[in-house]
């Protein structure tokens, strides 16, 4: 583990972790740069900043590892990464993985509702996890034998992280999605340059952002980062916070680009409040 300091942000830092570190379903993704405050680690479940997600189809694909280096640009940390998209997200029972086709589209539904549809969400995500525990069913990640790279650079910065992507050609690709997120119990209020101000629940789990700058905070460690609508490039940016004991605990912001896009940049404000 790297711990890269921030001078706006005094005590708190940003880290590089390998793959596998936690205990959440979701910890054996690869995540990109994530917050640290003393000795915590303050992402619980979220991914961390600048973690690139292909959609193949409908199926998301996920980084399982990455190779990173790092230098020192104009006194400023530079860190380049190669992400290996290699993980697909699937279900497991007893250990071995569900191909039933029943059950698949039946899952593939009810994530299209969950994001359509706001006013089911709640309702949806309990019931999944009541089915899910009544049937011994659990979230898995399968490592998938071609491996595909995207490439970022994260140039920390006194007042944040400026991000750049470039991405391969991938047939079949239908959406590239870049996930910024944090851990759900830290970041628990959301707000924006509209003046919308939500505060845990009330943030919903997938809702498209219209303003120009969107931020979560952390309000009793006085954290925030924020992230600003990118004009230009096809692209929408969207929030979400997910709380649930055990599997999900991530607050963040997204982008979702075309899937032809071949380079993207944008820049993650960290500040103090």
Known sequence: MQRYSIHNFKDAYLMAVEAGTGSFPASRIQKGL??????????????????????????????????????????????????????????????????????????????????EHPRFRNWISVSSRALKKRLNIEDVFSEMPNLVLVSVSYLIC?????????????????????????????????KDSDGLILKREEIGSWDQIKAEEASFIDPTDGLMFSLKRVEGAGARMFRGRELAAGCLAWSGLAYVLPPETEEFAYSIKLERI
């Open 34 to 115: 994530v917050l640290g405050l003393g000795n915590r680690d303050l992402s619980e479940e979220g991914v961390g900043f600048g973690l690139p997600v292909l959609k193949i189809g409908s199926e998301p694909l996920f980084p399982g590892s990455w190779r990173t280096s790092t230098t020192k640009h104009n006194g400023l940390f530079l860190i380049k990464a190669d992400f290996e998209m290699n993980l697909r997200a699937e279900m497991a029972r007893r250990g071995k993985i569900i191909n039933n086709g029943l059950i698949c589209q039946a899952r593939d539904a009810f994530s299209r509702i969950h994001r």
């Open 158 to 190: 006194d007042f944040g992280i400026d991000v750049k992507f470039r991405f391969p050609a991938v047939d079949g690709c239908t959406e590239i999605i870049i996930l910024n997120e944090q851990g759900a119990n830290c970041f628990n209020t959301y």
